[in-house]
């Protein structure tokens, strides 16, 4: 119980302290929540998109999950990505990762079939399809390297999105990035992928074809 109390003194106190500084403060968020960006990103304690980017209370619509996973299979990821793109209107989505990843460590480490091992799946497709490239680093390496390619995987799932594309579609402003954050130095770093436009997205989809050789 003392965490709770600890939490509800500290919210008393920051609920005061934005009334005195601003008595029309919750009345005007109250109203309607305007964001500027959706942020997927991990679960981890560690990571709180507030504390990171520190942008103002109520500028972004956050979705969590364990490894930062956008699968494009599940309702939740779907229902979030929808309501922030059609509803919200963001222009940014980010994909924020994170060195040091638990989900990322427990998918190179083992499988199953409790849910947290089918949710992790998802990561060791990832690994398959770069597994030469990730077998030839020693494992703190190849953990980091994997965080990366998670990182793009679910960008280009997010892009792959008839919600993403329809919104680009139709004229809509919409970015999609892909961060990574250093917990050793506390940095985000830009990854070097993202999209402005389904004409970007495009652009890269042909660029991968004959990439691959397909």
Not at 23 to 37: C, N, V
Not at 164 to 171: N, S
């Amino acid at each position: 119980m003392s965490v709770i109390r600890d939490i509800l003194n500290f919210n008393r106190s920051w609920a005061e302290s934005k009334r005195l500084r601003n008595p029309d403060f919750f009345s005007r968020m109250a109203e309607k929540q305007k964001p500027r960006l959706l942020w997927l990103g991990c679960s981890d304690a560690r990571v709180g998109p507030d504390k990171l980017t520190g942008l103002p209370y109520g500028s972004i619509f956050v979705h969590r999950n364990i490894a930062n996973i956008f699968a494009t299979n599940d309702l939740n990821c779907l229902a979030v990505l929808e309501y922030a793109v059609d509803e919200l209107r963001v222009p940014d989505i980010v994909v924020c990762g994170h060195y040091g990843c638990g989900g990322v460590k427990a998918a190179l480490e083992h499988s199953g079939i409790q849910p947290i091992d089918l949710w992790l799946d998802q990561i060791r497709f990832i690994y398959n399809r770069h597994a030469a490239e990730l077998d030839a680093l020693d494992e703190e390496q190849k953990a980091r390297r994997l965080c990366e390619y998670n990182v793009t995987a679910q960008v280009y799932n997010i892009c792959r999105s008839t919600i993403v594309r329809e919104a680009w579609k139709r004229g809509q402003k919409l970015s999609v990035h892909g961060l990574i954050y250093d917990m050793h130095n506390g940095l985000l770093m830009p990854m070097g992928i993202e999209f402005h436009s389904f004409e970007d997205w495009q652009q890269e989809r042909l660029a991968s074809h004959f990439t691959n050789g397909a």
